[in-house]
């Protein structure tokens, strides 16, 4: 088969295939160094279960759009009450920027509001709470009502040219260091 024909029909694959894509489109907010409010909810939580996994894991259920996660807060930072439990929510596959949490891992959590349910995405900060030491002492802080650091974060090594983290193990902090800036 000629050239030209592979290429007309790659492309004519490509344009009828539906697309779905997620961005993290900025909308001016303030960073992660912004101050906590009271009513953002911000936890420290152990994934118990999942209802509707994302369809990498289960095709069950094709018509519902999100998952449910159900988490044991084991540190409450910000926004939560008296519960000891709380769901979570958010998509079921890739291009709608869902966050796939897994089962029994613990994780630092900033879910959005979105009407009745909180929702995360992979535009949010949460992360494993292996990688959130860095900023755990920060939130800590800030829940406290004491001072918090203007500056702070976690030196990592990495791969010349293009610094990149060197292995996907968690970043463990420099104890004893001085840094100057």
């Known amino acids: ?7 007309a029909l790659f492309v004519v694959l490509a344009s009828s295939a539906e697309v779905w894509a997620c961005s993290c489109v900025t909308t001016g907010e303030p960073g992660p160094c ?27 259920n094709p018509g519902e759009e999100q998952s449910r996660y159900r988490f044991r807060i084991d540190e409450k930072i910000s926004g939560l009450g008296e519960e000891h439990e709380i769901d979570i929510y958010s998509g079921r596959s890739g291009g709608d920027c869902s966050y796939h949490f897994a089962k029994n891992q613990k994780y630092l959590v900033f879910p959005n509001r979105n009407n009745d349910r909180l929702v995360v995405t992979i535009c949010s900060r949460t992360r494993p ?19 918090v650091a203007s500056v702070y974060g976690l030196l990592q090594v990495g791969q010349q040219p293009y610094l990149s983290v060197t292995d996907d193990v968690p970043p463990q902090p420099l104890r004893n260091t001085r840094i100057e800036l």
């Open 129 to 147: 709470f292996n990688f959130a030491q860095a900023i755990l002492p920060q939130l800590r802080a800030m829940r406290d009502g004491n001072p």
């Open 34 to 60: 912004a101050k906590l409010t009271p009513t953002e909810v911000v936890f420290v939580g152990t994934l118990l279960s999942v209802e509707n996994p994302p369809y990498e894991i289960s095709m069950e």
């Open 1 to 7: 088969m000629p050239t030209w024909c592979l290429l």
